[in-house]
Nanobody
Framework: QVQMVESGGGSVQAGGSLRLSCAASGVIDNTYCVAWFRQSPTNQRQWVSYISPRGFTNYAASVKDRFTISKDGAENSVYLQMNSLKPEDSAMYYC?????????????????WGQGIQVTVSP
């Protein structure tokens, strides 16, 4: 059974940085795609980034060049480095995983989810 736990969220001022971690116990190995999503009270769950089993990465236009996704296979962890944060980045952030070599941006394509962690960016 795959379990995913996010950490590293919190409050920061605009322009600051945070690093989210997703610890994935179970079977996160080189056959899983891992993604980050976010959801604010007024918006639907939104895809942020993913990293494929082979290390290919992709980003939503709103975070490209500010966020970086990476993984540490030995630690079974995936990270999201968030720089130049903006108030509109405030949301609950979730990591998610799906087995397969192809990654997708729809939340319905992911089988395993963390409980989410709050990120708040003040002006």
């Amino acid at each position: 059974q795959v379990q995913m736990v996010e950490s590293g969220g919190g409050s920061v001022q605009a322009g600051g940085s945070l690093r989210l971690s997703c610890a994935a116990s179970g079977v996160i190995d080189n056959t899983y795609c891992v993604a980050w999503f976010r959801q604010s009270p007024t918006n639907q769950r939104q895809w942020v980034s993913y990293i494929s089993p082979r290390g290919f990465t992709n980003y939503a236009a709103s975070v490209k060049d500010r966020f970086t996704i990476s993984k540490d296979g030995a630690e079974n962890s995936v990270y999201l480095q968030m720089n130049s944060l903006k108030p509109e980045d405030s949301a609950m952030y979730y990591c998610a995983a799906r087995r397969g070599f192809s990654c997708y941006v729809a939340s319905t394509d992911y089988n395993y989810w963390g409980q989410g962690i709050q990120v708040t960016v003040s002006p």
